[in-house]
C-alpha cells in the first residue's frame, strides 16, 4: 500500500487558501481587491514591467520551429 507523504507548508498553503475563500465567500474580485489594498498599505516596492498588459506572441519562424518539433515526435 503507498503511504500517502504529508507536507506541513503545502497543507498550510492550502488552509489559507481556504480561509481566505470563506472569509470573501468565494469572490475572487473581493479577494483580490483586498489583496491589492493590503499590498498597498504595507509600502513595499513591487515589481511591474515596462510594457503592462503586452502579450508577448511567437515570430512565425519560433513557431514553425515548435510545432514541427511537436509533429516529428508523433511521427
Known amino acids: 500500500m503507498i503511504e500517502k507523504v504529508t507536507d506541513s507548508v503545502i497543507e498550510e498553503i492550502h488552509w489559507t487558501r481556504e480561509e481566505i475563500s470563506k472569509r470573501f465567500d ?11 489594498r493590503r499590498q498597498a498599505m504595507s509600502n513595499r516596492p513591487v515589481w511591474k514591467p515596462k510594457t503592462p498588459g503586452e502579450r508577448l506572441q511567437p515570430t512565425d519562424q519560433s513557431a514553425a520551429r515548435h510545432t514541427s518539433g511537436i509533429l516529428a515526435e508523433r511521427l
Open 26 to 36: 468565494g469572490n475572487i474580485a473581493a479577494i483580490a481587491e483586498d489583496a491589492a
